[in-house]
């Protein structure tokens, strides 16, 4: 890689240059563990074509149609699937019968010659009649039987025939041009319309997408709710969105792209065109989005993003529970493409050596994390916090300089944490150790940027609040003296904790009420006696005990209350009792 594209990565960015370089080493590795798939499954008995014979007819589209090929190749489920066979293949994974995971080789091949209009005939594994063309969309028989069968797909000139087994031993078949619109469905050797709006009866879906208009044309996002391997493991069931919530989402997500081009942004250096700095994102570069756990508008959506994930094998992929907010999403949009950016790195560089033992402190975190996933949280976070620097330059009033404010304040300073912890580990290589002292050199900047004070407060409050909780349920107390905080010890049978303090802090409460709101009002005093009466009860509480320690700092500065928050857990009593 050239040094110049590292540096803009290592800083937490990267221009489009840099994005495309990350692609074509994601090329390169696709390729390498397909070669290693088509190899192990050679001998694989299967009712369906071999893979061999699938890949071959697969190769002769791509001499036709090279470019839409490739982009299947290359897209985030097939990534996806490989490394999901793979992983049978290897007994770390389970799923439908090894030879119709096998099969999905067989539908690359049929999409890759629809998109060539080459011929080629081929059988293929279809579930309760359905046929996944991925980037395309599903064709499903009607009246077909409801297990996994085997059908036979034939292509010509763009056209699909698919036949398979029907209900009461007759066959079911379709024929549809994919790229345009079914031309006729027949079930049971007989012919009707296809009623292609009737969700229940349709014999094509076509692939959602999410739209958005550029100075190059308009650019389509693919919105799956229908691949078997849009998730981040094992093969999902389609689950399709009604048409009320596919509105919703491009609603959503056009509001999404006019956040993150914001005309307020600059360059890293407040000069220059932006596109390259940490937390900005353009949006041609997503490969695909999945919507997650829910397929209609009701009921109504949370303003912030309940769940959202990405993995390393799916570059460009993001699964995401749909928002109400806009300005959520676009946060969500940033924060996963970073994933997918240090995914891509690791899989260049040996970044870390990671015994992947969970023992860190991670501030996003109910648990502890391990260095990877440590990695991997301080360079998402590194662009949320430039996400909100931007948003910050550019706010409106003063509701959006305090939301913007906190979310940057917060998110730099938990950031550089996980920095230090990083090069202090002693495991980075030394492209690790360069990649985390380009992180460090952009928090350490944006650390020295103003940010006003009661907001800078609540958010240096907020993250004493996170630290002391995690360590009061993770960490068995230990009053040895030679004991390291860094390397605790942790408590057996420990379960996860719901943080309800990060976003509850974000905004002032202009009438407290409970010890929270009166610590995130900036009154310590009258947050600390509703804390102490709350753990009258139970001295040893850990959300309220927290609270008690951190009003009590900001009420007592000095050497206590430092030791106190550096080992919190040595209030409550040990594990003897």
């Not at 299947?72 to 290897?90: D, E, F, K, Q, S």
């Not at 300005?327 to 899989?347: C, D, R, Y």
């Not at 990649?435 to 409050?461: I, Y």
């Not at 002032?508 to 900036?522: F, I, K, Q, S």
Request: glycine share 8%; charged share 20%.
């Amino acid at each position: 890689m050239p040094e110049a594209l590292f540096a803009e990565l290592a800083a937490g960015g990267g221009s489009a240059e840099a994005v495309a370089f990350l692609e074509r080493g994601e090329r390169a590795r696709r390729l390498l563990l397909l070669r290693t798939l088509l190899d192990r499954l050679d001998t694989l008995h299967t009712p369906i074509t071999p893979p061999a014979d699938a890949w071959r007819a697969l190769k002769k589209a791509a001499e036709r149609a090279p470019e839409p090929v490739d982009r299947l190749l290359l897209a985030p489920a097939t990534g996806g699937w490989i490394a999901h066979v793979l992983r049978r293949l290897h007994g770390t994974a389970a799923g439908p019968p090894l030879w119709a995971e096998a099969g999905h080789l067989c539908t690359l091949a049929v999409t890759a010659c629809l998109h060539a209009g080459t011929e080629t005939d081929l059988m293929v594994p279809l579930t309760g009649g359905c046929l996944y063309l991925p980037g395309l969309g599903m064709a499903r028989l009607s009246e077909a039987e409801p297990e996994l069968t085997v059908g036979r797909a034939r292509t010509s000139g763009g056209e699909l025939s698919l036949t398979g087994p029907g209900r009461d031993g007759g066959t079911a078949s379709l024929t549809i041009r994919p790229a345009t619109a079914p031309l006729r469905r027949d079930a049971a050797s007989s012919e009707s319309a296809v009623p292609c709006g009737e969700i229940q009866d349709a014999s094509w879906f076509p692939l959602r997408t999410l739209t958005h208009p550029t100075p190059e044309g308009p650019v389509a996002i693919p919105l799956d709710d229908l691949g078997p391997y849009r998730d981040l493991d094992d093969p999902l069931p389609p689950d399709r969105l009604d048409d009320a919530e596919a509105e919703a989402w491009q609603r959503l997500f056009e509001e999404a792209v006019e956040v993150l081009a914001d005309p307020n942004r600059t360059g890293p250096n407040g000069t220059g065109p932006a596109g390259t700095g940490p937390g900005r994102l353009d949006p041609a570069a997503i490969r695909a989005i999945v919507p997650y756990g829910r397929t209609s508008t009701t009921p109504p959506a949370l303003p912030t993003v309940p769940l959202s994930a990405s993995s390393g094998d799916s570059f460009g992929a993001m699964v995401i529970a749909r928002p109400a907010s806009a300005l959520a999403l676009a946060e969500t949009l940033v924060h996963e493409f970073q994933h997918s950016k240090l995914a891509a790195l690791l899989h260049l560089f040996p970044l870390l050596d990671d015994d992947r033992a969970e023992r860190y402190y991670a501030p996003w975190r109910a648990d502890p994390r391990h260095l990877t996933g440590l990695l991997h949280g301080a360079y998402a976070f590194t662009g949320v916090a430039g996400f909100w620097r931007d948003r910050l330059a550019g706010a409106p009033d003063a509701g959006a300089v305090e939301t913007a404010g906190y979310h940057f304040a917060l998110r730099r300073a938990q950031s550089r944490l996980v920095v230090r912890t990083l090069l202090t580990s002693g495991r980075l290589t030394p492209p690790g150790r360069a990649l985390v002292t380009g992180l460090a050199r952009t928090l350490d900047g944006w650390l020295r940027e103003p940010v006003p004070s009661a907001v800078l407060t609540r958010a240096r409050t907020a993250a004493a609040l996170h630290r002391t909780e995690w360590r009061l349920r993770n960490v068995v107390p230990v009053r040895d003296s030679t004991y390291a905080p860094d390397t605790p010890r942790f408590r057996v049978g420990r379960t996860s904790w719901p943080d309800l303090r990060t976003h509850a802090f974000a905004t002032r409460p202009t009438a407290p009420r409970t010890a929270d709101e009166h610590l995130a009002a900036g009154n310590p005093a009258a947050a600390l006696s509703r804390y102490a009466d709350a753990l009258t009860a139970d001295p040893t509480e850990p959300h309220a005990l927290a609270g008690w320690i951190v009003a009590r700092a900001a009420l007592e500065p000095g050497r206590a209350s430092r030791r106190m928050l550096a080992r919190p857990e040595l209030l409550q009593p040990l594990p003897s009792g």
